[in-house]
Each structure stands twice: as structure tokens, then as C-alpha cells.
């Protein structure tokens, strides 16, 4: 490790970006398209709590908030980063609470200890800690919706046709039973109990 250490910034200085319901169209990503595809840009998600002590004092294997430490100093390994927005995402969203997704740039000359893995990185050391370049508030109970586009609509809605169809000819099906079904019922009940005139 080195003796490093560069200026924190204050989060009021962090560009937050808005959270716009991100679909299909969007690939689940919530920053712009530059930001994504920067080979340098990598994408942490966490509990909202967990911000401020992240700007502050960066990433650490274990962090306490409002008097919560996450994840336990036992459990605590490495911290992951994704290289794109949508798996984090995924990952604040599913909380139960505010979630966030920070954007964070390692540059060129960062040494800490990765391992590169097909989603991202997993770090073990930071040296020094990355550049915060953004964030996105997730908040709770919200998700990624799917765009429903016009195709999807008629593809979903030829499949409800087709399912009515199928109910209709079940149900006529059904019907003509039941008919075939009274036929037979009288059938026998004539044949068991045949019905006697009376005399005149």
C-alpha cells in the first residue's frame, strides 16, 4: 500500500442521477450510455444507509451505518463491482429499503489488489480507493419495469385470442356432452321405468 490519499469529496459534489424505471430498451442500465461503456467506469450497489460512509471514508470490507455493520468483520472478503448498471441494480432493489447504485472510475494507474471475474471485479485491496463519478437512489419498493411495446402487445394479445378460442371449443365441447349425456339419462330411464298408459 502506498501513502496515498486523496481528497474525499462531499457528497453534495457527487452528480446523483435520477432513477427512470429502466427497461428492456435500456438493457436494466440507469446512467447514460458514456458513463456504461467507459472501460474505467465500474458499478457497486448497496444499502442507501451505506452511501455517506462510502463517500467519506470509500469502500471498506465492512461498514456501519445508523448502527449497523454490513457484512459482519467475519464475512467480510472483498467488495464487487460490476461493469455494467443492471446487476447492481438488481441488487439495490431488492433490499427492502432504499438502495443505491454507485458509478465508481478506477483509473490507470490504480493498484488494488482485483480479481477479474466475467461480471467485473472483485477487489481485495484498495490502492488507493476508486473516484466516485455518480449515484442513483433506488428507492424501496421500486423495480425495473419491462417496456411493454406495441409488438409485445399484440404478441400477448394473439395469445389471448387463441386462448379464447380453445375456452370456446372446450365450453361447446362441454355442451354437447351434457346433451349427449340428457339423451342417455332419459334413455335409461325409459328402458328401467317404462312409462305405462293408463286405462281409459
Given amino acids: 500500500m502506498t501513502d496515498e490519499t486523496p481528497t474525499r469529496p462531499a457528497l453534495a459534489d457527487i452528480r446523483e442521477y435520477s432513477f427512470s424505471s429502466p427497461g428492456e430498451h435500456t438493457g436494466y442500465r440507469v446512467f447514460p450510455d458514456e458513463?456504461?461503456?467507459?472501460?474505467?467506469?465500474?458499478?457497486?450497489?448497496?444499502?442507501r444507509r451505506f452511501l455517506k460512509s462510502i463517500v467519506a471514508d470509500g469502500f471498506l470490507k465492512s461498514i456501519v451505518a445508523d448502527g449497523f455493520r454490513f457484512p459482519p468483520p467475519d464475512k467480510a472478503r472483498s467488495v464487487s463491482f460490476a461493469r455494467n448498471s443492471s446487476l447492481p441494480l438488481g441488487y439495490a432493489s431488492g433490499l427492502g429499503a432504499d438502495g443505491v447504485v454507485v458509478a465508481v472510475r478506477f483509473n490507470a494507474n490504480n493498484r488494488s489488489v482485483r480479481r477479474e471475474e466475467s461480471f467485473g471485479l472483485h477487489i481485495d485491496a484498495f490502492d488507493p480507493q476508486p473516484e466516485i463519478v455518480g449515484f442513483c437512489v433506488v428507492h424501496k419498493g421500486t423495480s425495473p419495469e419491462q417496456e411493454l411495446t406495441e409488438e409485445k402487445f399484440f404478441e400477448q394479445f394473439a395469445v389471448l385470442e387463441d386462448g379464447l378460442v380453445l375456452v370456446q371449443i372446450q365450453l361447446r365441447s362441454l355442451s354437447e356432452n351434457a346433451k349427449l349425456f340428457g339423451s342417455f339419462v332419459r334413455h335409461m330411464r325409459r328402458s328401467i321405468c317404462p312409462t305405462t298408459l293408463s286405462p281409459r
Fill in 35 to 47: 458513463l456504461e461503456q467507459e472501460p474505467e467506469v465500474f458499478f457497486h450497489g448497496t444499502d
